[in-house]
């Protein structure tokens, strides 16, 4: 059985320039940074490391975000509750078609794990075949026991 191996990524890598779309941004001129660290075989995740300087933009969540502040901070505003600071440490979430206003005061550097979502019809497959699987692998030791 061919087992795949664990890959592992350093987050101090050179960061190539991700310009922020000019019509997001409210106040500044924010420099953004990032770098893909590892991406899936099926192209539905990846990590990348993503830095930012001072500036005020709103951003767009097409997919699944979860990230872990490394060092740096900034507030974060979803409209939904009041905003919020997070720094070196913190850990958030950003479902896919969230929006959050970023306010970094002077730098902020994250590790990210995107995840793209998918269509309702496909996630409800999997989530049956992962039951049957379950279900067919708990019943496999009493009819092991059973000859």
């Not at 830095?51 to 740096?72: K, N």
């Not at 850990?91 to 078609?97: E, Y």
């Not at 409800?124 to 699987?133: F, I």
Request: glycine share 6%; net charge positive; aromatic share 8%.
């Amino acid at each position: 059985m061919n087992r795949a191996s664990a890959i592992y990524a350093l987050t101090d890598v050179h960061l190539t320039p991700q310009p922020l779309d000019p019509d997001s941004i409210i106040e500044g001129t924010p420099l953004a940074r990032s770098a893909t660290l590892t991406r899936s075989a099926d192209q539905t995740a990846f990590t990348m490391v993503w830095d930012c300087s001072a500036g005020v933009f709103r951003w767009y969540y097409s997919f699944d975000e979860t990230l872990h502040v490394l060092e740096g901070s900034a507030m974060i505003d979803d409209g939904s509750s009041p905003p919020r600071a997070i720094g070196p440490g913190d850990v958030v979430f950003f479902p896919a078609g969230a929006t959050a206003v970023w306010r970094v005061d002077s730098y902020i550097r994250k590790v990210a794990f995107c995840r793209k979502t998918l269509p309702a019809p496909i996630g409800a497959v999997l989530r049956t075949l992962r039951s049957a699987k379950k279900v067919l692998k708990a019943a496999q030791p009493a009819v092991m026991g059973a000859s």
